[in-house]
């Protein structure tokens, strides 16, 4: 699992009946200081009601994914699992 | 789940019959600003009749790869399972 | 799998059940040499009873991470499954 | 699954059964335009009689590539499942 | 599939009892001319009676690494499921 911020929403009209009624995040992955990674977001179905510029634990594995959202056998391989409240970091060095 | 934009076709004479009758899309992942990400494509079978230029939802997993283009217990790992209307952004920094 | 080193805590507070009585690891994927990998840390459930410091042995994918936290069916995907002692390491060049 | 060209083949005495009488091929993965991506060739089974030289679409996902292969329950994970006859790109730009 | 070196092991006193009497080795993902790939090393289970300088075919998937060391249903991702005797590798330009 990964650290992300959302920082978006896809809105699509052809997509999987699975999808259906579930907010598709667009989550940017963080690095150890919260910095947003370099490299593309993720695409991650909402299963906590996460909002724009939460911090949230991503799953990214299809069976986690489908587990979380409630829906399995479908084409779901990302969920957004759980909203960070805090983070507890220990110097790296 | 990954953004990405499909920028070619791939024709293949040798094939496992599960990709029949299925195109195969080659798919560059964009960036949060809707660049195209360095590195290579990917290729995924396509479930949503998506064609050149469309930004598509790419599922990246087996299971939900089959499960999208409704062939299971087949050697497809990658399928396009949305096509992308609009992504609301909001500020990264 | 791969090494890393705890270098943190995350608390959730909307999370899934599953993660219940676990702590949440963020952890520094580690070099060859034993430094800091560039990129972002990973978040792993707690099998072992690592703590903050500890070099651990993850598994990065979910049925294996599932399994070793003894909670089958969750969406977990990465776990700590192993506190290292000693690394034995030859002359790489 | 990704694109990558056959550039050698190794031979491995100590393996596992599964792995007997198929060819085991070193494959570049490419980029978009056609050159080697930078980064590790994929060791993959050969499903489609795929020669030196060849393009070929790798399955890279455990399930795929031991149903490509034709054997369920061995330690297989990417097979060449294609070889790709003609690319069309468009303007990437 | 991987090629990688094992460049050394790791002992580990707290882990999951799937791993007790394999080694658990630290290898070094190779390029395509043989040299160190940078990035951080992975570690596997020995499912072949690897030492350390042997080059070896490195499954990198739950199911195939379980299967490979025979042990199914446990906290494995990663196994060393070949020893490489040669790689024949024709001009990559």
Do not use: Y
Request: charged share 20%; net charge negative.
């Amino acid at each position: 699992m990964i650290l992300g911020r959302v920082v978006g929403e896809c809105v699509a009209s052809q997509k999987d009946p699975s999808h259906e009624g579930r907010k598709l995040l667009m989550v940017q992955p963080l690095t150890l200081d919260g910095g947003d990674q370099p490299g593309p977001p993720v695409l991650a179905l909402d299963a906590v009601d996460a909002g724009i510029g939460d911090r949230v634990l991503l799953a990214l594995e299809g069976f986690s994914a489908m587990t979380a959202v409630g829906r399995p056998n479908s084409p779901i391989d990302a969920a957004a699992i759980g909203v960070i409240d805090t983070v507890d970091i220990t110097d790296p060095a």
